[in-house]
């Protein structure tokens, strides 16, 4: 059975599962954050707002195939373990980085790159969806029951903290380089970055322990067989299925809209110089991964559905107050919105993998938090970047802002009618 008792073997288990939560957010965060450079570089640049909108619509295409990985890694970290699943998602996500950064341009090689390109995004989104439930799983079944919260704010820390390097790299990049470079060869840098992310993690993760909670339910032999209790179990937990499927929408629609995309909406959309946009988001998410910690904690002790009811009911308030203050034309007012917002943000994310993972018993939770989430995110997150530009440029900018504030309040309702889970028992 795993000892996750020991002080170094819960650091290095830490360490390991948050490496590889960082890689995949690096990934998304990088692809958004260098659209407007590499989109003129692998797709046809006489039209640049058309290059950006299949940049964007490339990215969107990465969240069809995460069901597919849904079911793949599901059901591989529910019949071989958490760590095999782990590890088998890093190591597809890094290929995905390397073949971005290798894909060629248009002037190269016309539309291969192009091609090169999506079913790199493809990969990704097959790794990331797999990721995301074993990392869930993994962190609530490792944690103290006491302080499942506090350890599954780690997921997003690491996330933001990914986010945060790799808007420090577009930072960086965006100032000892002119644009005719970034759009040249430039931004293929974070994703060679990425590549080597991987290999680390993939390195840490060899050596992180089972669960606990995996490692009886095999005692028992009462994991999912090769022909089909695990659908029955899923269709028995169907209820949870939905909950997991509005709620992670209603997460994922702010956090790639503030988080992931909102440089991008800055540069492109405001007209913010890159240097101020990023600058912006490094503060904005800065704040994000201080405020983790203590509301995950909060989360522990107020329960998992007063946490999120206060993130539901804040978004829905302030979404619009928020967009208007950062259209101000100030830097600062950008960042004010940016930090207020991932503030907000960090009273749902500290605590969401543990109540994803306190909805389902041992034998599916995997499953049970991979295929609802990843047709969530294909119908919610995918489409956030592309509808936050597209509204953006057609003058709507208001209709994505209301969009925003109905998906939280409906996360909200959700979280109203379902039982608190924050003392549930996840070994049985």
């Known amino acids: 059975m ?32 260098f659209a407007p450079f590499f989109a003129r570089s692998i797709f046809n640049p006489a039209d640049p707002t058309a290059a950006l909108l299949a940049t964007m619509a490339v990215f969107g295409a990465a969240f069809l195939v995460r069901p597919f990985g849904a079911v793949a890694f599901g059901w591989l970290a529910d019949r071989k373990g958490r760590k095999f699943a782990l590890i088998s998602a890093v190591i597809c996500a890094s290929c995905g980085l390397l073949l971005v950064g290798l894909a060629p341009s248009y002037q190269t090689a016309g539309l291969t790159g192009a091609c090169v390109l999506l079913f790199a995004r493809l ?8 990721e995301v439930a074993a990392a869930y799983t993994y962190i609530a079944e490792t944690a103290p029951s006491r302080s499942r919260g506090l350890w ?8 933001l903290i990914a986010v945060v390097i790799a808007n420090i790299v577009g930072l960086i990049l965006s100032s000892v380089m002119n644009q005719s470079q970034l759009t040249s060869w430039g931004w293929r840098i974070p994703f060679f970055i ?19 909670a995996f490692m009886r339910q095999a005692a028992r032999g009462v994991m999912p067989q090769k022909k089909n209790p695990m659908w029955r179990e899923l269709w028995n937990n169907k209820a949870a299925g939905a909950r997991v499927f509005l709620l992670a929408g209603s997460n994922a629609v702010f956090f790639y809209a503030w988080a992931i995309s909102g440089p991008s909406w800055g540069i492109s959309i405001l007209k913010l110089s890159p240097t101020h946009a990023l600058w912006s988001a490094i503060i904005a998410q800065l704040v994000c991964v201080i405020a983790l910690p203590f509301l995950g904690a909060l989360s522990d002790r107020i329960g998992r559905r007063a946490s999120y009811c206060i993130y ?16 101000g034309g100030g830097t600062w007012q950008f960042a004010l919105a940016m930090s207020i917002a991932l503030f907000i943000f960090a009273f749902n994310g500290s605590m969401f993998p543990a109540l994803l993972a306190e909805l389902f018993p041992a034998g599916i939770r995997a499953s049970g938090v991979a295929l609802p989430y990843s047709l969530s995110a294909m119908v919610f997150a995918g489409t956030a970047p592309f509808l936050q530009q597209w509204l953006g440029q057609q003058g709507l900018g208001n209709v994505f802002v209301m ?8 996360g909200a309702v959700v979280m109203i009618f379902t039982k608190e889970t924050s003392r549930v028992d996840l070994t049985d």
């Open 2 to 33: 795993a000892d996750i008792t020991n002080r170094a073997t819960r650091r290095s288990t830490l360490i390991g599962i948050n490496v590889g939560m960082a890689l995949e957010t690096f990934d998304f965060t990088a692809y958004a954050i």
């Open 123 to 130: 990969l990704q989104g097959v790794a990331h969806t797999g």
């Open 152 to 159: 599954a704010s780690s997921l997003y820390a690491s996330s």
């Open 194 to 212: 990425g590549a080597c992310l991987g290999l680390l993690s993939l390195v840490l993760r060899r050596n992180m322990v089972e669960t606990e």
């Open 312 to 327: 539901g009911v804040a978004v829905a308030a302030l979404s619009f107050p928020l967009h208007h203050l950062a259209q």
């Open 403 to 410: 969009y925003t504030a109905a998906m939280a309040l409906l």
